[in-house]
């Protein structure tokens, strides 16, 4: 995380005497929070291959998730008000010392006048984030054509089809099922004639 948000993290840590984890990438997920269940305390847990920036928002954002269990334990939405409320809040600190560079301030500012179950939905404030991670050989689904043909990580090959709302229609070409994708999805474009 940027090294000025870590004393501040550091007391939330000691002061709710939450286990902070930080774990290998998980695919479906960029962090946890599990509240305390017989006898075991708070856990956060926070993926290791994230930017300090992604690394920090996910932090906070798993940090209103304790503090909304405090006030409410489970008698609210885990995304609801309360957390949005909590969230807001706990998110201040960080925009008022400047913690964030200036693309990813104004994107979670923005952000924060509806936040939603995760930041990676919204793509304004995903895509100021991804602009920090380190280069990769991967493009975006976004960046490719339609009817461009990528793999994923496991190795499976897709046809791009159409943009629905928000997420591109795609063709598996190994099973036939359609998928539908995040336009951030990090693929891989695959070698012509494939």
């Known amino acids: 995380m940027p090294p000025a948000a870590a004393p501040i993290i550091a007391k939330w840590i000691d002061y709710f005497q939450c286990e902070f984890k930080i774990s290998k990438n998980r695919v479906t997920k960029l962090?946890?929070?599990?509240?305390?269940?017989q006898g075991s305390g708070h856990k956060i847990s926070v993926n290791n291959d994230l930017n300090p920036y992604a690394f920090l928002v996910t932090t906070v954002h798993e940090f209103a998730h304790l503090l909304t269990w405090n006030d409410h334990k489970n008698k609210v939405k885990p995304h609801g008000v309360e957390w949005k409320h909590n969230f807001k809040r706990m998110m201040a600190p960080f925009?008022?010392?400047?913690?964030?560079?200036?693309?990813?301030e104004l994107a979670i500012v923005t952000y924060l006048d509806n936040p939603s179950a995760a930041s990676c939905t919204d793509l304004r404030l995903s895509r100021a984030l991804k602009k920090h991670d380190?280069?990769?050989?991967?493009?975006?689904?976004?960046?490719?054509?339609?009817?461009?043909?990528?793999?994923?990580?496991?190795?499976?090959?897709?046809?791009?089809?159409?943009?629905?709302?928000?997420?591109?229609?795609c063709l598996?070409?190994?099973?036939g099922n359609i998928y539908l994708f995040n336009p951030l999805a990090e693929v891989m474009l695959a070698p012509t004639g494939t």
């Open 172 to 175: 598996c070409l190994d099973n």
């Open 95 to 104: 925009i008022e010392q400047s913690i964030f560079p200036g693309d990813v």
């Open 134 to 169: 380190p280069v990769k050989d991967a493009s975006r689904l976004e960046e490719l054509p339609i009817d461009a043909v990528f793999t994923i990580k496991d190795g499976r090959h897709f046809k791009k089809g159409e943009k629905l709302r928000k997420r591109y229609r």
């Open 31 to 37: 962090g946890d929070y599990r509240h305390p269940y």
